[in-house]
Nanobody
């Protein structure tokens, strides 16, 4: 069983940066792909970025390419989402998720473990 806890959300002005962290419990973190999703008010949960178990492969939503970066540290059971040049449309609750797999997926239903979410609000 993997438990995930996100942190790092908050209120930031447009153009600013935030770094989200996701700390995982359990000894099998390194065998899990990790992903970040976000859900804005009244919208479906959408993929933001995903990273393979080794960190060798990453996938980004078109809306965040070049602004957001995903990374992981298997020794610390931690994944990060660095968010730069934030826009008001990035406002959402951000969730990290994990799936034991060698692949990388961007579909929420494929992930088995979820954090509680952290609010990111970008003011204009």
């Amino acid at each position: 069983q993997v438990q995930l806890v996100e942190s790092g959300g908050g209120l930031v002005q447009a153009g600013g940066s935030l770094r989200l962290s996701c700390v995982a419990s359990g000894r099998t973190f390194s065998s899990h792909a990790m992903a970040w999703f976000r859900q804005a008010l009244g919208k479906y949960r959408a993929s933001v970025a995903a990273i393979s178990w080794s960190g060798g492969r990453t996938v980004f939503a078109d809306s965040v390419k070049g602004r957001f970066f995903i990374s992981r540290d298997n020794a610390k059971n931690t994944a990060h989402l660095q968010m730069n040049s934030l826009k008001p449309e990035d406002t959402a609750v951000y969730y990290c998720a994990a799936k034991e797999t060698i692949g990388v997926y961007t579909t929420p239903n494929l992930y088995d473990h979820w954090g509680q979410g952290t609010q990111v609000t970008v003011s204009s």
